[in-house]
Structures are given as structure tokens and as C-alpha cells.
Nanobody, 125 residues
């Protein structure tokens, strides 16, 4: 059974940086594409970023492109989300997501991927 545990959320000021981590178990991590989603209060969960099994292929939502960086360490079974220049609209619960293949498909992963419990990011302006 896939188990994803996020960490690193917290309260930050607008303009600050934050690093989220997700530790995965129960899957062949270096054969699995990983991603991050987020959900703000009263809004639907939205895609943030994802990367392929090797980390060489990355995709980002337009709203975070140039500010967030996704990366992974296959030796640790971990994926990270570096958030720079955080904005109030970045606030929400951030969820780690595991797709079922080495290359990420947002729709497939959203519909049938595995999820962590989420970590809260709060941004003060």
C-alpha cells in the first residue's frame, strides 16, 4: 500500500520561502512520477507541479512557474517543493501525489493516484 507523508508546512510571510517534503513508501519510488497539488478553503484541489521518475521532466502550473521548484531524491524516497516568493494566494493544504507510471499525467494522477494527508501552508500579508 502506498503511503505518502508530507511535512514542512507552516506560517510564512508573503515573499518568504518554504520547503515542503514528501516521503513515500509502499511503491517503487524511482519508477514513479510524483506531483504536488494544493487546496485552498472553499476551492477545488488544483495541480501545482510534478516530475518524472528521474526528475528530468518537470511541469508546473502557470501560477507557480518561476517561483516553485519541484525535485526528488530517489535515494531517500522523497520529493520536495521549494516555494519562493510566496503569495497569499499560495495558501492552502498541499498534497503529495504519486502517479502510477514513470511519467506524470495530471488527469490520471488526480483521478487514480495516491495521496498524502496534506500539509498546511498559511501566508500572512
Amino acid at each position: 500500500q502506498v503511503h505518502l507523508v508530507e511535512s514542512g508546512g507552516g506560517l510564512v510571510e508573503a515573499g518568504d520561502s518554504l520547503r515542503l517534503s514528501c516521503r513515500a513508501s509502499g511503491l517503487i519510488f524511482d519508477d514513479t512520477a510524483m506531483g504536488w497539488f494544493r487546496q485552498a478553503p472553499k476551492k477545488e484541489r488544483e495541480f501545482v507541479a510534478a516530475l518524472s521518475w528521474s526528475g528530468k521532466t518537470t511541469i508546473y502550473a502557470e501560477s507557480v512557474k518561476g517561483r516553485f521548484t519541484i525535485s526528488r531524491d530517489n535515494s531517500k524516497n522523497e520529493v520536495y517543493l521549494e516555494m519562493a516568493g510566496v503569495k497569499p494566494e499560495d495558501a492552502g493544504v498541499y498534497y503529495c501525489n504519486a502517479d502510477s507510471t514513470p511519467y506524470y499525467d495530471v488527469l490520471r494522477a488526480s483521478a487514480s493516484g495516491s495521496w498524502g494527508q496534506g500539509t498546511q501552508v498559511t501566508v500572512s500579508s
